[in-house]
């Protein structure tokens, strides 16, 4: 098996491929925001920006940004912690909740919309493979 031929098959597909709508830039909000309300949402709100950069493998510069983006969106909430007035806790709020949600929902329409014109065999077979790439990356970090 030539993997490389196989490999570059593969990039020149996804280069053909249209994006999904969920992985367009959506209302300026970028990736490493969209990973913060995600987490946020789904995750744990109530995060420091340490916690949010080391769970969400941002650099803390990045996050930084992205806080004060989406803190100027209204998105995000930045408190002191009463416990350690040193530590500063990032909550999501209302709007931003509803953005993600709004957001989540869409992403899972087209998803199982993409699953069900795959079939049942095919739909079974790409997921099983996405959750074996991850496995295969996460075994070599």
Known sequence: MDYRLLANELFQSMI????????????????????????????????????????????????????????????????????????????????????MLEEHEQAMRMMEKTLRKLGEHDANEFVRIIKRITEIHQESD
Do not use: C, W
Not at 33 to 48: H, P, S, V
Not at 49 to 76: C, Q, W, Y
């Open 16 to 99: 053909r491929a249209p994006k999904m709508p969920f992985q367009k830039k959506v209302d300026d909000i970028s990736h490493g925001e969209r990973k913060i309300l995600g987490y946020l949402t789904f995750g744990k709100n109530g995060a420091t920006s340490g916690e949010l950069s080391e769970h969400l493998d941002l650099s803390t510069p990045r996050v930084a940004s992205a806080l004060n983006s989406l803190s100027k969106k209204g998105f995000i909430e930045r408190n002191r912690d009463t416990a350690d007035k040193r530590i500063v806790i990032v909550t999501i709020t209302e709007p931003g909740r509803s953005f």
